[in-house]
Nanobody, 113 residues
């Protein structure tokens, strides 16, 4: 299964975006899904995870603002991002952690102050 992130863009601080991660096939086999981001000059970091039982985990800086979800019928994962801040500016990637999938292209999110 290959995954492709989309939905990024330019938004003002305080605004919202919803990122989509579309799979080339069924996502039923994906047990742990993750959204990552990489800001300029920084290492890629894990932002949110979702496992097969519906449990989620979030990096501290996005807790209460970001929500990870899945739509099995659409073979798609989402990352709803609210109350965006300039420090959320980064390229966002989606990736299956279990089983692992290759990195796909990310989607740029730019938050202006």
């Amino acid at each position: 299964v290959q995954l492709q992130a989309s939905g990024g863009g330019l938004v003002q601080a305080g605004g919202s975006l919803r990122l989509s991660c579309t799979a080339s096939g069924s996502i039923f086999s994906i047990n742990v899904m993750g959204w990552f981001r990489q800001a300029p000059g920084k290492q890629r970091e894990l932002v949110a995870t979702l496992n097969g039982s519906g449990s989620t985990n979030y990096e501290d800086s996005v807790k209460g603002r970001f929500t990870i979800s899945r739509a099995n019928a659409k073979n798609t994962f989402y990352l709803q991002m609210n109350s965006l801040k300039p420090e959320d500016t980064a390229v966002y990637y989606c990736k299956s952690l279990m089983p692992p999938t290759p990195w796909g292209q990310g989607t740029q999110v730019t938050v202006s102050s």
